[in-house]
């Protein structure tokens, strides 16, 4: 099939590139001309693990390609997948300015005389898919006068649910794939388009436009509220003496309640749960309902991200200032090198305004916080450099090589053997045998005094 992605951004390049790979051709319209220079040149603009490889497979066999035209790269398109952001507005409802623009340009550029289908991937607010119907229909009314466009198209919605780090697994072989239209002409094209992702006996979801949409918000909050759910655990676990890893394997063993997305921490963080979840409040609020449980999922988060703060604070007997802090991970997770809503940040501000000074280690994350936070922080070369001379180590990412460093190097580098760790990486059993004095979340403190 031919299709073109608009938006080149996480969602639009995986989603071209994964299509690509199954045999389409697809062409990629992004409006920020360096980014479109730099893919046509082979570059890749996002760290996602094993996406590169079958972008240059693909790009180089012709079936991937770039531009910034939005009319050249829908000519004969059968699919037009709409990869743009939707932001938090002032208000937290998503912002559908980059959506409906697009929808805008589309309804000058349409041929009436081929079908497509216009596919929203990305997360939208339930009842954006007639909205940018509507708005294709007014902007061909004034711009196409006379033509018949109404019957030449139709939106479906198809929300995204891949993860940053594992983006091309949850693509190529998802779970589901939720597809929102009741059109009979657009149910054939996504379901050709879908059978090589689901062979594996996974299934493709038909319904409705609008339950798609919901289907996408509430997938998001339903995560964001179990992992709050576990960090409240772990709060009850630091004052009762219970163990958060135990209480976690106790009832993720149970099926209903299942293994993932259990792990308590210093919150969530990214592009899409945080602002999803303001965004369903937001879209509660519109209707006059009163979602107690997302209100309390946001609270939650906000304290959860300062969780370590105090903590510190304590054990430095309320006094910061002149303090030194090496600080592991920057990314809101690991194998991204994405910063947006990452916890780490917060870490950072709360340290600063507390005049404490920090250096900080990322495998990826670097040059996206170099330019958040300029010469206000030192950026280490690696995970040891930013020990030296520091009061603490804290670790706000679970990167693979912080879990079995060398304990030699950190207690030589640091001035005291002291970690607070907000993604519970070390096992509190060796940290004791090491004499650390270690802090987790919901676990027992390790001192060593
Ligand atoms: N990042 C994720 O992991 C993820 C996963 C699932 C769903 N989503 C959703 O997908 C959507 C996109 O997210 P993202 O992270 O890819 O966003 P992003 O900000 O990384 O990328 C969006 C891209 O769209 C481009 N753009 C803006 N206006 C344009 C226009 N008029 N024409 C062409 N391109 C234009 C931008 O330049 C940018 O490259 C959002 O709604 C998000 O919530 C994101
Ligand atoms: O047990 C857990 C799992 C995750 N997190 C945190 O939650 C955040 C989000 O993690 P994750 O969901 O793995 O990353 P995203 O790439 O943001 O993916 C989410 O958001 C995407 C965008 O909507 C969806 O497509 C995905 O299905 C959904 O998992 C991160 O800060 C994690 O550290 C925890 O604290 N504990």
Same mark, same amino acid.
């Given at each position: 099939m031919k299709i073109a992605v608009i938006g080149t951004g996480y969602v639009g390049l995986v989603t071209g590139t994964c299509f690509a790979e199954t045999g389409n051709v697809v062409t990629c319209v992004d409006v920020d001309q360096q980014k479109i220079n730099k893919l046509n040149a082979g570059e890749i603009t996002i760290y996602e693990p094993g996406l590169e490889k079958l972008f240059l497979r693909n790009q180089k066999e012709g079936r991937l390609k770039f531009t910034q035209s939005l009319a050249d790269a829908i000519v004969d398109a059968q699919i037009i997948f709409l990869a743009l952001p939707t932001p938090p507005g002032a208000d937290g409802a998503a912002d559908l300015k980059y959506i409906l623009g697009v929808a805008n340009d589309l309804g000058k550029l349409l041929n009436p005389n081929n079908y497509v289908v216009i596919v929203d991937k990305s997360t939208v607010p339930v009842g954006t898919a007639d909205k940018v119907h509507n708005a294709i229909v007014a902007s061909a009314t004034i %711009?196409? *006068?006379?033509? +018949?466009?109404? %019957?030449?198209f139709d939106v479906v919605s198809n929300p995204e649910f891949l993860r940053e780090g594992v983006a091309v697994d949850d693509f190529m072989k998802p779970d589901r794939v939720v597809i929102g239209t009741t059109a009979p002409k657009a149910i054939k094209v996504m379901n050709d388009l879908y059978t090589p992702f689901v062979r594996q006996g996974n299934p493709l979801i038909f319904m409705d436009e609008k339950s798609a949409e919901l289907t996408k918000y509430a997938a998001n909050a339903f995560l964001a509220v179990k992992i709050s759910f576990m960090n409240e655990i772990a709060q009850m676990c630091e004052r009762l003496g219970a163990d958060v890893d135990m209480v976690r394997k106790g009832i993720g063993s149970d099926d209903r309640i299942?293994?993932?997305?259990l792990f308590p921490g210093i919150g969530y963080g990214g592009s899409c749960f945080p602002k999803d979840v303001q965004a369903l409040a937001k879209t509660a609020d519109d209707i006059n309902y009163d979602f107690k449980i997302l209100d309390a999922v946001m609270d939650v988060n906000a304290m959860q991200k300062l969780h370590l703060i105090p903590k510190i604070k304590k054990y430095f007997n309320n006094n910061l200032k002149g303090k030194h802090f090496a600080l592991w991970g920057l990314a =809101?997770?690991? +194998?991204?090198d994405d910063v947006r809503e990452a916890p780490a940040y917060y870490m950072i501000d709360a340290l600063l305004a507390e005049g404490a000074t920090i250096a900080v280690f990322d495998p990826e994350a670097i040059n996206n916080t170099i330019s958040v936070y300029g010469n206000k922080i030192v950026y280490a070369n690696n995970q040891y450099e *930013?020990?030296? +001379?520091?009061?603490a180590l804290l670790i706000a990412t679970e990167w693979n090589? =912080?879990?079995?460093?060398?304990f030699e190097k950190i207690s030589s580098a640091l001035k005291n053997k002291l970690i607070f760790d907000g993604r519970n990486v070390f096992d509190p059993a060796q940290m004791q045998e090491l004499g650390y004095h270690y802090e987790s979340i919901g676990r027992k403190i390790i001192s060593n005094k």
């Open positions: %711009h196409q *006068a006379g033509k +018949n466009i109404e %019957h030449c299942g293994k993932r997305f =809101f997770k690991p +194998n991204t *930013a020990l030296f +001379n520091a009061d090589e =912080f879990r079995t460093p060398d």
